[in-house]
Structures are given as structure tokens and as C-alpha cells.
């Protein structure tokens, strides 16, 4: 079982819509970062959480560590939020991360 | 500005050819990473280095090799071992290794081999 599991593996919606992915893992982790792939292959960090929540501009993301679970909503979608969304787990005593496999995000106008 | 380089964007080689790709940071991070991307699968590390002159296997370093003799530079060289080289190769950085550190990426070098 993978440790770290991303839902939906796809998403269309159409602009203007509220968008949620979700991120589930199975270990303690010490902080959670999600992530923006573009298509062109470029990966840009969103957010670290370690606990609660953050904002910036039309985008959310919160953490629940009791339930092991992390969400990204965006607010008001546009189209340029096509992308892969990825989120990666950060342990305590590990240099390394560890990736989801992503969400790909269509956002039609 | 301050950034992550990777070149070139696409690169092809024949099989049996060793190639290395290039990174370069700006950014004044100890900690760098190669991670591999193949489709419908999440991002493999290779190698990471915390410091200059340090680096360690990731979870899939065979066929792989690296250096690290500058801090701005860590280049990948992948050998005809790796049984299966065709893949998208992201560089990353970040001002020290561990958990709540933010990682930054290059633009990614797309390696075909023929």
C-alpha cells in the first residue's frame, strides 16, 4: 500500500467552480507540502503545513493529523489552474519527501 | 534572479551512451535533489546531497551517479546500467534537507534514449 494517496487522479470542472483534492497517508509525518505542476513540467511549492490551515490568494490548504488527511481547494477556478496537483509528505528523521502520484486539474472556460 | 537551471530541456542518446544532465542553483541552498518522473507515477528520488562534497542514494540510484564539488552544482550523470533511462529528470534545492523545508525546482530535462 502506497503511503501516500491523492484523490481524484483526474478533475475537469468548469471556470468558476469550487475545487477540492484531497491527500491521504498512512505514516506519521512531520509536515505536508502541496504542490503545482505546470504542463510544461515545471513543479512550483504551494504550501507546508504542519498543522491547520493556510490561504494564499484563491487557494486553501488544510491538514487534519488525527485523521491523516490534507486537502487543496481553490476557490473561484480559472483555467490557468490546469495543472497537476501533488502532494508530498515530510517525516521527522527522513531528508527525503514522499510524492502522491497527483491530480490532474482541467479547468474548462 | 535567482533560480534552478537544468539543461538542455530535451535531450536524446543512444542506448549504451552515458549522458549527464546539468543543474545549476543560484538560490545559496546546502541541500540538493535529482528526482525521476515517469508517467502515472509520483516523483523518485535518485541521489540527494546536503552539503558540498556529500551525497547519498535516494530510493532508485542505480545505473546513476553524481557529484557534487560546488555548492551551486550538482550534475546527474546517467550510465548504460540504468535499464531504463527514458524518463522526466527534475533538480531541486533547498536551504537545508528535512521535512519543513521548501524544495525548489528546475524546469526539467527530458531524456529520450533511442
Known amino acids: 500500500k502506497n503511503e501516500v494517496e491523492q484523490s481524484p487522479q483526474n478533475l475537469t470542472a468548469q471556470e468558476g467552480e469550487f475545487i477540492t483534492i484531497n491527500c491521504s497517508y498512512s505514516?506519521?509525518?512531520?509536515?505536508l507540502h502541496w504542490l503545482q505542476q505546470h504542463p510544461g513540467g515545471g513543479i512550483v511549492s504551494l504550501f507546508m503545513l504542519s498543522s491547520g490551515k493556510k490561504k494564499h490568494g484563491r487557494l486553501i490548504a488544510t491538514i487534519n493529523i488525527q485523521e491523516k488527511h490534507s486537502s487543496l481547494h481553490i476557490t473561484a477556478s480559472h483555467p490557468r489552474d490546469s495543472a497537476v496537483y501533488i502532494c508530498a509528505l515530510g517525516r521527522g528523521g527522513s531528508e527525503k519527501l514522499v510524492f502522491g502520484k497527483g491530480t490532474k486539474l482541467t479547468v474548462n472556460p | 534572479d535567482g533560480g534552478i537551471t537544468q539543461s538542455p530541456k530535451y535531450l536524446f542518446r543512444k542506448e549504451g551512451q552515458n549522458v549527464t544532465l546539468s543543474c545549476e542553483q543560484n538560490l545559496n541552498h546546502d541541500a540538493m535533489y535529482w528526482y525521476r518522473q515517469d508517467p502515472g507515477q509520483g516523483l523518485r528520488l535518485i541521489y540527494y546531497?546536503?552539503?558540498?562534497?556529500?551525497?547519498q542514494k535516494g530510493d532508485i540510484a542505480e545505473g546513476y551517479s553524481v557529484s557534487r564539488e560546488k555548492k551551486e552544482s550538482f550534475p546527474l550523470t546517467v550510465t548504460s546500467a540504468q535499464k531504463n533511462p527514458t524518463a522526466f529528470y527534475l533538480c531541486?534545492?533547498?536551504?537545508?534537507?528535512?521535512?519543513?523545508?521548501?524544495?525548489?525546482f528546475g524546469p526539467g530535462t527530458r531524456l529520450t534514449v533511442l
Open positions: 546531497s546536503q552539503i558540498v562534497n556529500d551525497f
Open positions: 505514516v506519521g509525518i512531520s509536515a
Open positions: 531541486a534545492s533547498s536551504i537545508a534537507s528535512g521535512p519543513y523545508n521548501e524544495q525548489f
